[in-house]
């Protein structure tokens, strides 16, 4: 699976503005070419731009019963929403705009005369009566459906209410799988609808109306296919999307829809015109992979994904939803203060709908403080979604708020504090004269040049900055197709109409020899240049580059489309003159590549910390380098230890002076593991780590005394095994503290 193809999709309007007539017509006159869909659906798209229903011109918030669920089979009841309620309000969360209760699966236990979901009595004896509870609160009701028609239901043959018609009048047959969740064969216990059929929109009709009847505002559709790990065209639940919709509509009812999970990009247009939000990623919560809710890793994955997402959101074309945020449980969320800090500014920035997870009769104050920060809230209700200027380990969000305001986070993806300074050209910015930091609330007066700041280990820096209206002077740039690069191994071209020339290069990685190298890339002197890469993927995927034939650099991307491609900025450094980039993954799966596009004067910001990854390092013995989905690089190296010989080397650890340095080691266990750390041949240092998953990477922090130039580190334990490694990271040590090394990084000479 070198190299996905998939259908193509309309890209959005990057301002976020509703489309154009002509625009509007060329998405339209797309969705054909793909195959017309069923009954109805182009007839509601050829409607208003806006928003379907009228009730998400901002991005939700409240609570959802899932990730307590991962937690607690049991936990979803009647009684146990209830008590969720009453926290929403009782907790001073709803006066801060906190206002949706959503239940997910596992409410419904039955179907009615009519084929439709009701709920199961012993858990939801009357959901009237608790949507009515909720109502009283002053909050909105939300519920769970899927797609098609269960397997009861079919078997019933019910007759649909106000039709002649029965519930096997209106399923595709042969039979097939109605949604993801559907088993192959004509058995799928999820039947497909098929909305050519009279009676089709008349039974999601009466479900909707069933919903509306109890009081229901909100309704998630999950299982929603292309998407859902299902990323073709083989179920299709693009027509059932557009029947909900239409049913909403024609309920009378404002419902939002959201659809759910990992919705497929290429078919933007769909979702756009019949949902109010769609999920861009998998579940959040580590659903018993991890003992927490959740934890870093899948809340990175929302790094990664949300780039190529970020000009297709907005009041007029929906939200992108992330999943719940886990953050008001202690250290049950799996999560420190700094990551939750930046996990809720990450969905605020975006704009996405911030819902809680776990159980609110049990929300800590810190939990409170972070989802009661108005000016942090205020970012999320702006309306205006951010979108990622620079990208890497140090990643910055801009969202523009016009006449020259905006909100800016700075971000730090590892574990080792760092030092970070953002000159505000690099982000096309110039004069900025106030700078407000929203998480303290303070002003911090005005920073001409740049904004210079120390960031903690996964932690965020949240700033409303003012600025002379206008932006700083573009500086050159020149773009590098890759299909006029140089291609190796497996590399191919393919076509992609949204790509810079209608072409794209895939089928990287998976083997040290599949590769595109760009061989004139020009500089007119020696320095530090932004380079933008656009590729495309569908989920994660990750490129490891090389630079002149130096070491390996790692970019972690990710995204919803192998056909849009997403933009991700790095600082890189070039020698003056010609210059050879190289792009692949010898060990795992890369992104496709449009092109790269190399900008500057070369005089950017290099970031301070550099990462090694363990898979490229010298594996002995019985280590092996394998594929690792939440991993830096998508791989890891496994088998480390029991055996003097079965280690992970990295023999060109380079730093450019003599001193202590944070040594960040992230890896991966289920239980306690001795890992043995070796510095040139040092005394060795054993470190016990402990986790409860091998496929969550998690930190472990030193510091280590390092010499000018190159540094052996090795790591392993000659005596039992060791955990899975991922990859180090080599930072100094912040300046302020004692024993301090160096405080800036330079290119390589």
């Known amino acids: 699976m070198n190299t996905l193809v998939c259908n ?8 976020g503005a509703a489309m154009a007539p002509r625009a509007l017509a060329q998405t339209l006159k797309l969705l054909l070419s793909r195959g017309a869909l069923a009954c109805g659906l182009l007839g509601v798209a050829t409607g208003a731009v806006a928003q379907v229903n009228g009730v998400a011109q901002k991005p939700y918030l409240g609570w959802s019963s899932f990730s307590q669920q991962t937690l607690d089979a049991s936990f979803l009841t009647q009684a146990n929403v209830t008590a969720q309620s009453d926290a929403l309000a009782s907790s001073g969360l709803q006066a801060h705009g906190f206002n949706y209760i959503n239940m997910d699966s596992g409410w419904h ?46 078997t019933a043959n019910s007759p649909i209410l106000g039709t002649p018609y029965h519930i096997q009048d209106i399923l595709a047959v042969p039979y097939t799988a109605g949604n993801a969740f559907g088993s192959p064969g004509t058995s799928p216990y999820h039947y497909k609808i098929d909305f050519s059929k ?62 759910s999970w990992e919705i497929d990009q290429d078919y933007l247009g769909v979702w756009q015109q019949f949902s109010n939000a769609r999920r861009i990623d998998d579940d959040v919560e580590c659903e018993g992979r991890c003992a927490t809710l959740t934890d870093w890793p899948r809340i990175y994955k929302r790094f990664r994904d949300l780039p190529g997402w970020e000009n297709a959101v907005g009041p007029a074309l929906g939200w992108n939803d992330m999943d719940s945020l886990d953050i008001g449980d ?47 809230l205020a970012v999320d209700q702006s309306g205006k979604p951010a979108r990622q200027v620079l990208g890497g380990d140090l990643p910055v969000w801009l969202a523009d708020l016009g006449d020259g305001d905006y909100y800016v986070a700075l971000f730090n993806m590892n574990a080792t504090p760092a030092e970070v300074t953002l000159p505000w050209r690099e982000i096309g910015l110039d004069g900025v004269h106030q700078v407000r930091d929203l998480w303290t609330r303070l002003d911090l007066g005005s920073s001409p040049g740049s904004f210079s700041t120390v960031l903690d280990g996964h932690g965020v820096r949240l700033l409303k900055i003012s600025t002379r209206v206008g932006h700083a002077p573009q500086t050159p740039s020149t773009s590098y197709a890759a299909t006029a690069a140089t291609l190796a191994g497996s590399a191919s071209i393919a076509d992609c109409p949204d790509c810079s020339d209608g072409k794209k290069v895939g089928g990287l990685g998976l083997g040290i020899g599949n590769t595109v190298t760009f061989q004139n890339v020009y500089a007119r002197r020696a320095g530090v240049y932004l380079m933008q890469v656009d590729s495309m993927t569908f989920a994660l995927r990750s490129y490891l580059y090389t630079v002149n034939g130096g070491p390996y650099q790692t970019l ?51 970031p301070q910390a550099t990462t090694y990854e363990a898979e490229q390092a010298t594996l002995g013995g019985t280590v092996t380098a394998g594929f690792s989905n939440y991993a830096s690089g998508l791989s890891k190296a496994g088998n480390v230890g029991n055996g003097a010989a079965n280690t992970v080397t990295f023999s060109n650890v380079t730093v450019p002076k003599a001193g202590t340095y944070q040594l960040e080691i992230d890896y991966a266990t289920s239980g306690t593991r001795t890992l043995v750390v070796t510095v040139n041949n040092a005394a060795p240092i054993s470190l ?34 060791a955990p899975d490694l991922d990859r180090i990271v080599v930072a100094p040590v912040l300046a302020a503290d004692a024993g301090a090394g160096v405080s800036t990084r330079m290119c390589p000479r």
Request: hydrophobic fraction near 40%; aromatic fraction near 8%; charged fraction near 20%.
């Open 330 to 376: 202690g250290k049950l969320d799996g999560l420190s203060h700094a990551e939750k800090r930046s996990a809720i500014t990450l969905w605020a920035m975006a704009n996405a709908p911030i819902y809680l997870g776990g159980d609110l009769t049990k929300l800590d104050e810190f939990g409170k403080q972070l989802a009661t920060a108005d000016e942090v």
């Open 109 to 154: 236990g039955g179907f009615d005369a009519n084929g439709r979901p009701i709920p199961d009595p012993s858990l939801f004896p009357d959901i009237k009566a608790l949507i009515d509870h909720i109502h009283k609160n002053g909050q909105k009701a939300g519920i769970y459906w899927i797609p098609g028609v269960e397997e009861p239901a079919v």
């Open 556 to 606: 972690n991307a990710g995204g919803g489309s192998f056909l849009i491609p997403s933009s991700t900025t790095l600082p890189v450094c070039l020698q003056a003159g010609y210059n050879s980039i190289q792009f692949g993954n010898p060990t795992s799966y890369a992104p496709d590549l449009d092109r790269i596009v190399i900008s500057g004067q070369g005089d950017a910001v290099l």
């Open 8 to 15: 193509g999709g309309a890209r959005a309007p990057a301002d």
């Open 688 to 721: 016990s780590l402990d986790g409860s998953t091998f496929d969550d990477p998690r930190p472990a922090l030193l510091r280590v005394q390092l010499k000018a130039g190159t540094n052996t580190i090795q790591l392993g334990n000659p005596s039992d095994y």
């Open 198 to 259: 009279p009676g089709a929109q008349a039974y999601i009709d009466s479900v909707v109306a069933l919903f509306a009847s109890w009081g229901v505002d909100f309704i998630k559709l999950d299982a929603v296919t292309p998407g859902s790990y299902n990323d073709n065209l083989n179920i299709d639940n693009r027509p059932d999307v557009a029947a909900w919709s239409k049913a909403i509509a024609n309920s009378g009812r404002p419902i939002w829809l959201t659809i």
